[in-house]
């Protein structure tokens, strides 16, 4: 198959997305590693807009992504092999020297924690044990990695265990369920009988051994993303339905922003309005995935300038923008700039630090890898 450009666009996007989703929620009254003064209710609705299907879109990319690794590298244990080298060791690093920064601003913001930083890195973060309430060391956003590392074993070793003809019948069974309007219907029911079966839910914990609702979601979107990569049939499917998947989205989203407006922080919703609330999230969810990827295929199919070097650079951006997040916000708010300031200065500077992190990076061959970017090669 053909490169897909409008899935590097997409791709590039949704983690686009996540940077200012992590920078509103250090200004929504939700938890987060750095909280301003003052929480604004009203963030919640765009928040919420974006919420239900953020993360299980990165999955999908990142699954699409992985196929056409697995393309080039089709034996399943070198397939793995090339992806843990790419997944792993910027994890490791992120652990040891990006993410430290994150925990203990928190720490001296949230609880007054009064050591210095390097006093912390030596005898706490490294403790294996849980300080004021925060279990350290800690991946915090890194979490995405592990899962996607996670993930691809447990697809490497299936791509090993099942027969080539089971591999078929299952591809060809996809290919059934998800060609017509049940594209839309059986991923909707799938994550409604999910959200049923946690209710009323106890969140995700991105903790990895006890996060079995988030695993068994966005396992499938990974999943679905390797599986679109050369399934021509739910390519057809997504073509026909991603308007009516927009309009499932749009409306799901609406039944969300009602419950939010007449509940606001601080008012608890009945049980019955937070079951209908969860279910209009899984519409939301996947009617907004379908859409994205209709958009993608019929609008943004088309290579650009800058194209190589942003679908390049959203690896690194992701490693580094949380922490940045975190270290600023704090010093900001205990410098007294108001909301707004703090905000427009939060965005300027972390996206000035991506690129910063990006271009030096890259250019430093030992830190590549460390990065999340390809090894130089030799000569």
Not at 57 to 84: D, M
Not at 223 to 233: H, I
Not at 328 to 335: E, G, K, S, V
């Amino acid at each position: 198959m053909n490169r897909h450009y409008g899935m590097d666009w997409l791709r590039v996007g949704a983690f686009g997305l996540l940077i200012f989703y992590h920078i509103g929620m250090v200004f929504v009254p939700w938890n987060f590693h750095a909280k301003a003064p003052v929480t604004v209710d009203w963030i919640k609705l765009p928040m919420q807009a974006v919420n239900a299907w953020r993360l299980s879109l990165l999955f999908v990319v990142s699954g699409y992504a992985s196929r056409a690794i697995f393309a080039r590298q089709p034996a399943a244990p070198r397939f793995l092999w090339g992806r843990t080298k790419r997944l792993i060791p910027p994890l490791l690093f992120g652990v040891a020297v990006i993410v430290p920064l994150q925990p203990w601003f928190e720490l001296v913001g949230k609880q007054g924690y009064p050591a210095s930083f390097w006093h912390f890195y030596r005898h706490d973060y490294w403790s294996w044990s849980v300080i004021r309430g925060l279990i350290l060391p800690t991946w915090n956003h890194l979490w995405f990695i592990g899962y996607l590392w996670v993930y691809t074993l447990v697809l490497a070793l299936g791509l090993v265990m099942l027969p080539a003809r089971a591999r078929r019948f299952l591809a060809r069974a996809a290919d059934l369920v998800l060609a017509g309007p049940l594209l839309l219907l059986v991923p909707i029911a799938l994550l409604a009988a999910n959200w049923a079966w946690e209710f009323p839910g106890i969140g995700e914990t991105h903790a990895l051994i006890d996060d079995w609702s988030a695993h068994r979601v966005y396992f499938t979107m990974f999943l679905f993303g390797f599986a679109l990569r050369d399934r021509v049939n739910l390519w057809d499917g997504i073509r026909r339905w991603w308007r009516l998947g927009a309009v499932l989205a749009i409306s799901g989203f609406a039944v969300i922003a009602i419950a939010e407006i007449t509940h606001p922080t601080g008012t608890p919703m009945g049980r019955r309005l937070w079951f209908w609330f969860g279910v209009a999230r899984c519409f939301q969810s996947w009617g907004a995935i379908i859409a994205l990827l209709g958009i993608a295929d019929r609008y943004l199919n088309r290579d650009a300038p800058g194209r190589a070097m942003l679908t390049e650079a959203v690896f690194p951006f992701y490693i580094i923008h949380q922490t940045i997040i975190v270290a600023l916000a704090w010093p900001l708010f205990w410098a007294g700039f108001a909301d707004w300031a703090a905000f427009l200065l939060l965005v300027a500077a972390t996206m000035t630090g991506c690129w910063l992190f990006y271009w030096i990076g890259r250019e430093i061959t030992p830190l590549r890898p460390l990065i999340g970017l390809r090894a130089r090669r030799a000569g």
